[in-house]
């Protein structure tokens, strides 16, 4: 059995306005990632607040098909929490009272992080806190639209280690009467690349101090979760890429915090078989999240590679689940695995996930010779968000 080598208290439970989590750990939004298939699934396992991807608010207020569909929650859930990406005040303030007026979420996140640059080159995501002004009416918007509904903001450090925002944008946003704030310990530049830099949560604690801050960031395991929590005294954690293909992170989570709520013997080390088992029932979610088996079973195909990283299972064998068709397709390549094969160890821990190289923010022209909007700027968020969802 492999234990935590951090240590730390079982943990308070996190009070995020109205909410209580009796474990501080929150699902982080991830594009074509955490639909209400992936959040179904990590609830089986453990417990936290599990968020949606991250949705447009100008195609929520136009109440376009796909944004209707991604705000949709199963019953299952009972804590909805959605997070709205937005760079116009207004619309951000109209998509937040639809959800409020329609008894949609219980919880609303801002996205201030996205490096994406489909997001950044039109001002929005990471590059958006820069803009001082914009950053401080959009969500003094959104948490007056929200009302007692608890609304809370996800940003990173800035753009690049010359434009950093988020000591300035995090007063801000606790002054505008946020319930909470995030903070992915990389700037816009670094993307997924090197190491989370966890003493600037530390530091933003340090300058937040009315509501709770919690840290993300190069959480692969619990013992990473204990240890940013012990290092920089935040008071939760926000789980990405650590969890893809590893939804029973959210058990060892739960475990390590909260024992008394949540027992369990140190960390989940599945064998092969039920890796097998929870891949499949992955797959019958997104069949039932879509309504369709032969989407369902196309989404799965990402996945394969995160959920047997570590495991013997052959090249051909992992080639064929990755172009599965179907659900008794993909359960004859299932029954091939010898379910017998235990957890590898280290292998299957670790780094998952995109991570790139460090490049240069996209970003509207001349976008960094001002911390305000000048009129070009002004007259081009209404095109910001565009009309999809995601990023």
Not at 260 to 279: C, D, K, M, S
Not at 304 to 323: E, H, I, N, Q
Not at 367 to 387: M, P, Y
């Amino acid at each position: 059995m492999i234990t935590p080598t951090s240590t730390i208290s079982q943990a308070a439970p996190l009070r995020i306005g109205s909410l209580e989590l009796d474990v501080p750990v929150v699902l982080a939004p991830m594009a074509g990632i955490t639909n209400t298939a992936y959040r179904r699934l990590c609830r089986e396992f453990g417990a936290g607040l599990y968020v949606s991807e991250m949705i447009t608010s100008r195609a929520l207020v136009e109440r376009t098909p796909e944004s209707m569909r991604l705000i949709t929650h199963h019953e299952s859930e009972k804590t909805r929490s959605i997070q709205l990406y937005g760079v116009d005040p207004k619309t951000v303030a109209d998509a937040v009272t639809l959800l409020v007026a329609e008894d949609r979420a219980d919880h609303i996140d801002l996205n201030f992080g996205c490096p994406v640059p489909k997001v950044t080159r039109k001002g929005g995501g990471s590059a958006l806190p820069w803009k001082s002004t914009l950053f401080r009416q959009i969500v003094e918007a959104a948490v007056k639209a929200a009302g007692p509904l608890p609304l809370t903001v996800k940003m990173r450090k800035g753009i690049d280690s010359d434009h950093l925002t988020y000591l300035e944008a995090g007063k801000a946003a606790e002054g505008a009467g946020v319930a909470a704030i995030a903070l992915h310990a990389r700037t816009a530049a670094e993307f997924y690349s090197g190491q989370a830099d966890w003493a600037s949560i530390e530091k933003l604690k340090s300058t937040v101090t009315s509501v709770p801050v919690l840290g993300n960031g190069d959480i692969w395991s619990a013992d990473d979760a204990l240890r940013m929590m012990s290092e920089t005294g935040c008071d939760g954690v926000v789980v990405g890429r650590g969890c893809l293909g590893r939804p029973w992170l959210f058990g060892d989570l739960a475990a390590a915090f909260n024992p008394e709520a949540h027992p369990g013997e140190g960390l989940i080390q599945p064998n092969l078989g039920r890796v097998a088992a929870t891949f499949r029932r992955h797959a019958e979610l997104l069949t039932e999240f879509f309504e369709s088996e032969e989407r369902g079973c196309r989404d799965i195909r990402k996945h394969v590679a995160w959920y047997f990283k570590g495991y013997p299972v052959g090249g051909d064998l992992r080639a064929s689940m990755a172009t599965v068709q179907s659900l008794a397709q993909l359960d004859d390549l299932l029954g091939q695995l010898d379910a017998d094969q235990p957890y590898p160890g280290i292998g299957a821990e670790g780094p998952r996930g995109r991570a790139g190289t460090p490049k240069k923010p996209a970003l509207p022209e001349n976008w960094l010779n001002s911390r305000e909007l000048d009129g070009a700027q002004r007259e081009n968020l209404t095109e910001g968000e565009g009309d999809t969802s995601g990023g």
